[in-house]
């Protein structure tokens, strides 16, 4: 399973534009690119997943490179409620399913 | 349709004893993921039952356990219980397996004591 590297921790304040990027430089050319949101005392929510380029849904964006060796994820115009901690993950079916240490956003007011 | 369920919701025991917590997954998910948290390792990937077969399982001890039903229901048990086991354990359904958009439950709250 290929290794992710996210920052620790992000600050940010209300109604603007976060990007949070993962490194993960020995991504498998079958793996894909999954992010997680959590909340405390919750279970992870899926937010988005991606393979190459660009992938957006209603909430965030996910850019990938041409070398897949890193993505970002973008979330447009945060609120309060969008503090949590995000989780970078890469991988396919059939794979060890390993959480890193994850990216503690706070937003501000 | 309705989310992935876990039964019970919080659970206390004593060391030594043993433990069977329960996962319903996403009606037509086939695949049933359990994982670990802790506030010190973080969440930690226990194993994967895909159509009632492991096809997954993580750096855990024998004393970790799991099954899936036909219906895909999933039960985890630990047995021998330790201190170090007080953890929250969540279960995440997806329908392709594997790293593909899982449901995460809102977990169940095991103490040890």
């Known amino acids: 399973l290929a290794k992710t590297t996210q920052p620790i921790s992000m600050d940010s304040y209300e109604g603007q534009e976060v990007n949070i990027t993962c490194s993960h430089n020995?991504?498998?050319?079958?793996?894909?690119i999954t992010w997680y949101q959590q909340f405390p005392s919750q279970g992870p929510r899926f937010i988005i997943q991606?393979?190459?380029t660009k992938v957006t849904n209603e909430v965030a964006s996910l850019f990938i490179p041409a070398d897949r060796k890193s993505s970002t994820l973008s979330l447009p115009r945060v609120s309060l409620s969008d503090t949590a901690v995000y989780y970078c993950?890469?991988?396919?079916?059939?794979?060890?399913?390993?959480f890193g240490a994850g990216t503690r956003l706070t937003v501000k007011p | 349709k309705a989310g992935v369920t876990q039964t019970p919701r919080y659970l206390i025991k004593t060391r030594g004893q043993q433990v069977t917590l329960s996962c319903s997954p996403i009606?037509?998910?086939?695949?049933v993921s359990w994982y670990q948290q802790t506030p010190g390792q973080g969440l930690q990937f226990l194993f994967e039952?895909?159509?009632?077969?492991?096809?997954n399982k993580g750096n855990f001890p024998g004393r970790f356990s799991g099954r899936q039903f036909s219906n895909s229901r999933s039960e985890m048990n630990v047995s021998t219980l330790e201190l170090g086991d007080s953890a929250l354990y969540l279960c995440?359904?997806?329908?392709?397996?594997?790293?593909?958009?899982?449901?995460f439950g809102p977990g169940t709250r095991l103490t040890v004591t």
């Open positions: 009606s037509g998910h086939r695949s």
């Open positions: 039952y895909f159509s009632e077969t492991q096809r």
């Open positions: 995440a359904s997806s329908a392709a397996g594997g790293l593909y958009e899982q449901y």
């Open positions: 991606g393979y190459k």
């Open positions: 993950l890469v991988g396919g079916d059939n794979n060890d399913m390993r």
């Open positions: 020995n991504i498998a050319t079958n793996d894909y």
